[in-house]
């Protein structure tokens, strides 16, 4: 990706202040599980911690996050869809989802909401940090996947209401609501939790929210169990930040996690630590760790790919800090370069890029080359 300005050490100093405000805010934030604007369940409003209700009634209908079914790209085909399986891929981040902002990271329902149309009106279909990751992002042809990540595992990403569906203000809520207005726009997210998923403390509770997550496509992954940070943390303590979440998530029943979000975006000094171990009989291998990052992330089909530190993009607007780093930033940097965009091909089993990208791509991945 082409970047207007310099990043080598800016994104360096950008990275270590969404570091520092992360730091800040949880310092100064009340307890998750009560959080401002949170609601019980077929309430208005109220400050306590919702929990998740039984599964929603056949009656209800949400939007699925099947995709369509993969075709066959020809390298003229790749022409006309001007495809570019080797562009830049926007993560975005977000914390709390809250009616009044107590802190810069939060957002506001109805910023989050006007976000997440303006990626559907331009063509982005989200896709989780595990397919990311896993170079699963098999959206439609022309189309841009966006990855939509959740720190922190706040009441105000998900809840359900008394009806069984999402409560309306809730992350997944919002999602839902935008994938109902435009149809191509996949409801799925990434939802990186601590010890307490979604500020719920029964682990009926924890069961409940989680698998109903996972079964519609939903991610749900590690965060580690306490939120520290790791570079002041021996290689054991690391370890079973880590361990304790996977074997939460276990009992819960959802599968191994395959990324990890790493707390502050704070890289421990010996990387290795979050990348694989074990602890207590419990081992953990990711396939992505992500920071908090300052831009866009390359293609994970490109050679400068570093799943061990994958860059994400702040949710905000462009003040202070935030820019020239932050979402409304990059996602206008992106429409007004829109060859740097990562634009599908519509085929999982190709890699459609522009010829003269050709030697962009890993040795690994060359196989599956669609240059026009």
């Known amino acids: 990706m082409r970047s207007p300005i310099p990043l080598t050490k800016i994104i360096l100093l950008a990275n270590v202040l969404v570091v520092a405000v992360a730091v800040v805010v949880l310092?100064?934030?009340?307890?998750?599980?009560?959080?401002?604007?949170a609601t019980r369940p077929g309430q208005a409003g109220?400050?306590?911690?919702p929990?998740?209700?039984?599964?929603?009634?056949p009656a209800v209908h949400l939007p699925s996050a099947e995709l369509p079914p993969p075709i066959t790209a020809?390298?003229?085909?790749?022409?006309?869809?001007?495809a570019n399986e080797a562009g830049a891929v926007p993560i975005l981040m977000y914390h709390r989802i809250t009616r009044k902002r107590l802190a810069s990271i939060d957002r506001t329902p109805a910023q989050l909401r006007k976000e997440l149309e303006r990626l559907a009106r331009g063509g982005y279909v989200p896709v989780t940090a595990r397919e990311f990751a896993t170079g699963r992002m098999d959206v439609p042809a022309g189309k841009h996947p966006v990855v939509l990540t959740f720190d922190d595992g706040h009441p105000s990403h998900f809840a359900l209401g008394a009806d069984g569906t999402p409560a309306k203000d809730s992350a997944v809520g919002i999602i839902y609501q935008v994938a109902v207005k435009y149809p191509g726009f996949r409801?799925?997210?990434?939802?990186?939790v601590n010890r307490h998923p979604f500020g719920l403390r029964e682990r009926k509770d924890q069961e409940r929210a989680v698998r109903w997550l996972a079964s519609r496509g939903f991610e749900v992954a590690n965060h580690t169990w306490s939120h520290p940070h790791l570079p002041h943390l021996s290689k054991k303590k690391i370890a079973e930040?880590?361990?304790?979440?996977?074997?939460?998530?276990?009992?819960?029943?959802?599968?191994?996690?395959?990324?990890?979000?790493?707390?502050?975006?704070?890289?421990?000094?010996?990387?290795?630590?979050v990348q694989k171990g074990k602890w207590d009989g419990v081992s953990y291998r990711f396939k992505g760790v992500f920071l908090a990052g300052a831009e866009p992330s390359v293609s994970p089909f490109v050679k400068d790919y570093d799943w061990r530190a994958v860059q994400r993009i702040q949710s905000n607007g462009r003040k202070g800090e935030c820019r020239k780093w932050c979402s409304e930033y990059w996602l206008g940097w992106l429409d007004k370069h829109?060859?740097?965009?990562?634009?599908?091909?519509?085929?999982p089993d190709r890699i459609s890029i522009p010829r003269g990208l050709r030697g962009n791509i890993r040795a690994d991945r060359r196989q599956k080359i669609n240059a026009y």
């Open 27 to 37: 310092l100064v934030l009340p307890p998750a599980s009560a959080p401002p604007g």
């Open 187 to 192: 409801p799925v997210a990434t939802f990186w």
């Open 338 to 347: 829109p060859r740097e965009r990562y634009t599908a091909d519509g085929d």
């Open 51 to 57: 929990k998740p209700s039984a599964a929603p009634s």
């Open 74 to 82: 020809s390298a003229e085909f790749a022409r006309q869809v001007e």
């Open 46 to 49: 109220g400050g306590s911690s």
């Open 241 to 273: 930040q880590v361990a304790r979440v996977e074997r939460l998530l276990k009992r819960l029943g959802v599968p191994p996690s395959e990324t990890l979000a790493l707390p502050f975006g704070a890289m421990p000094r010996k990387r290795s630590t």
